[in-house]
């Protein structure tokens, strides 16, 4: 176990005994349990054979259609309320900007990524049309409805960006290129910029070329774990699940060298294990390349290998965040922050009143992702509430009101004299 006394953490630690960042020993995900016969698969959905009528929302009660890409995707919830095919409102923020597709088949991802919602294991327990990822419910919709709708205007749409997530499955590969074609036909993708969130283990470099040929905009490669320990660990061999970093790694320098500069990056989660140190030598890494990080906070998803672990303490977030965002838009390199034993920032590497600036501008603190029409530092993709509760929020979907980031600021031990954070002042109003 780690050595870090409670008493050495941060004002917002929540992690366990009282720590302010989550240590490798403790983040270790639960085993997979076998799988019944008949719900490998999709065997479910398959023996039904139910068919699906238009929407699907998820739901337990009822059979799950048998809905497979490319006539059917999934997509987020913010972006089917955005979409207008389903009522709702997201907390302190109208929509999204961001149309988040999903790829769908009735035995769905076929990886076993710990953290993940979309995971093999869970077919013992829900069909995968059913299952939450990100925290959110992601409806099922024909592909072809959702380009007719965005087509009528895309100039007009509240959509900055489209973003296709592979998963990982046989067929993912060839059918991307049937969804994206459906969306090329049907709206310009220079009005709305395309984004590839790609499955690197069934992919070769041609693929890659392939989707930047019919116009992708920019290629992800979901990393997710910052070190190669913690990638075995979680989405390796430690769950029985197909992916390798060294795979990884060669479909993301094949994206350097076919998408260029500032058109490739890499998610990572924080949380998981490894240090700020580790993460932030990471970022560096990919800033050097060219690309950029998307840093998601790692949350205890409902059903998942890690649901019984801490989320990350948000003094360690904050801390990432902010350097990170130090690193990829301001210039400032790993090298010139300090971090203590336990490899947390100490020194920002930044006079303190240029970063009074930057926080208060809070930027930092949004969610990270490809940019959209607003600000190359501004993602398009928000992802509301997708690594927190609204009512502890990890990555702000809008920009940080002033009570906001007095909370931000009391996270990161950093608040201004005379102006104290009061608990829950934020949600106040809303
Ligand atoms: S490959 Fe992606 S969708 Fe599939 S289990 Fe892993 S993280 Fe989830």
Redesign the pocket.
Known sequence: MTCLKPENAGPAASGLNGLDFNPFEVMEPRAPQAIPAEARNGGRVKAAGARPKGLYLPNNNIQTPNMTSPEYVQLSTAAAITLGIMPGKMHRCGCTRCLNLLLTYPEG?R???A??????HREAERDYADRN?IRVDWPSVPMAQIAEIVGRDPEASPFHRMCI?M??HPRSDEDTVSVLKTWTDAVDPDAIPISILS?PTTMTRADVQRLRDMGADIFTV?L?AATPEIFDRT?GKGVQ?P?SWQKYWEILNDARDIFGPQKFGAHIIVGMGETEHEILDLVQQLVDMGGHSHMFCFYPEKGSLMDHLPATPRDQWRRVQLARYLIDYYGVRVEQMRFDEQGRVVDFGLPQAELDGIIDAGTAFRTSGCPGKFAEDISACDRPYGDSPPSDIASYPFAPADADLRRIRHQLGMEKPGEPYEEGEELEGY
């Open positions: 991802c990886a076993n990524c953290y993940c919602g979309l995971a093999r990822f997530s998963i990982t499955n979901a997710d989405r699940s992916h």
